[in-house]
Nanobody, 131 residues
Framework: QVQLVESGGGLVQPGGSLRLSCVAS????????IGWFRQAPGKEREGVAC????????YYSDFVEGRFTITRDNAENTVYLQMNSLKPEDTGVYYC????????????????????????WGKGTLVTVSS
């Protein structure tokens, strides 16, 4: 079965950290473009961090630059999102997505995912940042 499954969300205090995981099954992430996206209640989906199979420099949105890090472990077929210095405005459902366009620039991967144009999506994991 082809699927992406996210985990690692939860309730955390402002300033805290979480690491989200996204495990792929039924296909390999190694040569795909991958991104993390989030959607807060009443807001549109936004790209958080994205990478492709070629560039070493991922794309990060302005609101997470310097706080979040996207990495992939091809051996584990997993992509991670390390989130530090969390803020209440980081609250939302976080989704990972993958696409068979590995040569898209990381920024274009995030733009594409914001429109919903990715081949695979996970069901999301909820992150709540609150004291």
């Amino acid at each position: 079965q082809v699927q992406l499954v996210e985990s690692g969300g939860g309730l955390v205090q402002p300033g805290g950290s979480l690491r989200l995981s996204c495990v792929a099954s039924g296909f390999s992430l190694e040569y795909l473009a991958i991104g993390w996206f989030r959607q807060a209640p009443g807001k549109e989906r936004e790209g958080v961090a994205c990478t492709n199979s070629r560039d070493r420099t991922p794309y990060y949105s302005d609101f997470v630059e310097g706080r979040f890090t996207i990495t992939r472990d091809n051996a584990e077929n997993t992509v991670y999102l390390q989130m530090n210095s969390l803020k209440p405005e980081d609250t939302g459902v976080y989704y990972c997505a993958a696409d068979y366009q590995p040569l898209l620039s990381p920024g274009s991967v995030c733009t594409s995912g914001q429109r919903g144009a990715m081949d695979y999506w996970g069901k999301g994991t909820l992150v709540t940042v609150s004291s």
